[in-house]
């Protein structure tokens, strides 16, 4: 199970802090994401980082921006969202995987645990 926390309405230009804990999982073990999907468009991958915190990947879209931590004595992954943009506006999900590898980490199709969601709206 993972559950996401941490949307919220905020201003462009704003900071927010999502937050997905995750249970009945070895969370050490799994490499964990960040997507997002906006209103009418499809999920698009936002960050992800391997299972022992040695490789990051982030979408071009936003990085420099954002931050992707993880914190596996809590089973908890992070992602640290700066300087906010109207386009940034979507639900974000975290997701998990075993197997996922330095050039699957961008595809949805390598993570096999999902959260819910949690909105993010930005405004301009």
């Known amino acids: 199970q993972l559950q996401a926390s941490g949307g919220g309405l905020v201003q462009a230009g704003d900071s927010l802090r999502l937050s997905c804990v995750a249970s009945g999982l070895t969370f050490r073990s799994y490499s964990m994401a960040w997507f997002r999907q906006a209103p009418g468009k499809e999920r698009e991958f936002v960050a992800a980082i391997k299972w022992g915190g040695a490789s990051i990947a982030y979408a071009d879209s936003v990085k420099g921006r954002f931050a992707i931590s993880r914190d596996n004595a809590k089973n908890t992954v992070l992602l640290q969202m700066n300087s906010l943009k109207p386009e940034d506006t979507a639900v974000y999900y975290c997701?998990?995987?075993?197997?996922?590898?330095?050039?699957?980490?961008?595809?949805?199709?390598?993570?096999?645990?999902w959260g819910q969601g949690t909105l993010v709206t930005v405004s301009s």
């Open positions: 997701a998990g995987g075993r197997s996922v590898t330095n050039s699957s980490m961008k595809s949805a199709q390598a993570y096999d645990h």
